[in-house]
Nanobody, 124 residues
Framework: QVQLVESGGGLAQTGGSLRLSCAASGRTFGSATMGWFRQAPGKKRELVATIRWIDRNTYYADSVKGRFTISRDNAENRLYLQMNSLKPEDAAVYYC?????????????????WGQGTQVAVSS
């Protein structure tokens, strides 16, 4: 089991940037596919990005491709999400998660564990 704590959320202007960080504990972090998902009020949960352990291969939702970058530091047990060119529709609570299963075609996942979330707001 991986325990996760997110940080780095806040308020950004449209076109601005934020960097989310996730501190992980648990011996399985280094072997887990990790990622971020977001949940906005009244909207479906959206898988935003994932990164595999074995080859650091990444997946991005079409809605964030080219703007967001996911990365991980296995030595420090940290996961990051660099968010650039933010749009009002990016506003949501962002969760760091360890993946149990990912459907890269459908853009969905089952999560083994997740954090408490960090709020991202974007002013227009």
């Amino acid at each position: 089991q991986v325990q996760l704590v997110e940080s780095g959320g806040g308020l950004a202007q449209t076109g601005g940037s934020l960097r989310l960080s996730c501190a992980a504990s648990g011996r399985t972090f280094g072997s887990a596919t990790m990622g971020w998902f977001r949940q906005a009020p009244g909207k479906k949960r959206e898988l935003v990005a994932t990164i595999r352990w074995i080859d650091r291969n990444t997946y991005y939702a079409d809605s964030v491709k080219g703007r967001f970058t996911i990365s991980r530091d296995n030595a420090e047990n940290r996961l990051y999400l660099q968010m650039n060119s933010l749009k009002p529709e990016d506003a949501a609570v962002y969760y760091c998660a360890a993946m149990k299963r990912v459907d890269y075609v459908a853009g969905t996942a089952d999560f083994a564990s997740w954090g408490q979330g960090t709020q991202v707001a974007v002013s227009s």
